[in-house]
């Protein structure tokens, strides 16, 4: 008997995060306690969700909307490491963007 696996597939595009509480270049205005919000912009054609975590909390699911990005808010009590990916309906998963945040107290 040969024991069945399941597999999906993946891709190596990640997808971009961006948040006016964090700019490009700029200071961050983002404070402990205070919504921090970002647009995540998949890099796999045809993602339908975004899955995203904070290092140490459950995985959170987030539709892609019809401009073809997703909102997610989170409510930071300190430094944090956001990690997003975004997935299509078939399966196929993109490549991660993990990066790690400081807020102002």
């Known amino acids: 008997m040969t024991a069945a696996r399941a597999?999906?597939?993946t891709s190596r595009s990640a997808p971009t995060a961006t948040?006016?509480?964090?700019p490009e270049g700029g200071p961050s205005t983002a404070k402990v306690g205070q919504p921090?919000?970002?647009?995540?912009?998949?890099?796999?054609?045809?993602?339908?969700e975004v899955l995203w975590y904070i290092a140490g909390?459950?995985?959170q699911v987030v539709p892609v909307g019809p401009d073809?990005?997703?909102?997610?808010?989170?409510?930071?009590?300190?430094?944090f490491e956001l990690t997003v990916s975004s997935r299509t309906?078939?399966?196929?998963?993109?490549?991660?963007v993990r990066r790690t945040y400081q807020v102002q107290p």
């Open 36 to 48: 921090v919000e970002f647009t995540v912009t998949p890099a796999v054609p045809g993602s339908h």
């Open 89 to 96: 309906p078939e399966g196929v998963v993109s490549g991660e």
């Open 19 to 22: 948040s006016p509480q964090f």
């Open 7 to 9: 597999s999906r597939a």
């Open 57 to 59: 909390n459950a995985p």
């Open 68 to 79: 073809g990005k997703a909102t997610l808010t989170c409510t930071p009590l300190g430094a």
